[in-house]
């Protein structure tokens, strides 16, 4: 895998309760097959090419626009060739060098 693409989606003009919306959205993310984590901020996803990865990230911002009038978007992208597994890589060097 060579991109991680961490992003929210948050759909304006629809109220202050958008859970079940953004759910639709981690939804497509989690569908696609590509490897993903959620937490409360951003979703990640992780693929073998940008391009992939952004397929999936237009998806899921479009499956939150058929339902809302606005949707505002944050996109941080870390693109790194040849690197393997990096969506779990990355977090075990932060808590290896936490334990010593």
Do not use: W
Not at 59 to 64: E, K, M, T
Not at 84 to 100: A, M, Q, Y
Request: zero cysteines; charged letters at 20%.
């Amino acid at each position: 895998m060579s991109a991680l693409v961490a992003f929210s989606v948050t759909p304006l003009g629809v109220g202050e309760h958008v859970g079940r919306l953004v759910a639709d959205a981690v939804k497509v993310v989690r569908d696609s097959g590509l490897p993903n984590r959620t937490d409360a901020m951003f979703t990640v996803v992780e693929g073998g090419s940008l391009a992939e990865v952004m397929v999936v990230v237009t998806q899921a911002i479009q499956v939150v626009a058929e339902q809302a009038p606005r949707v505002s978007t944050v996109i941080k992208i870390d693109y790194h060739p040849g690197r393997e597994d990096g969506i779990t890589n990355k977090v075990e060097s932060v808590e290896r060098h936490l334990e010593g």
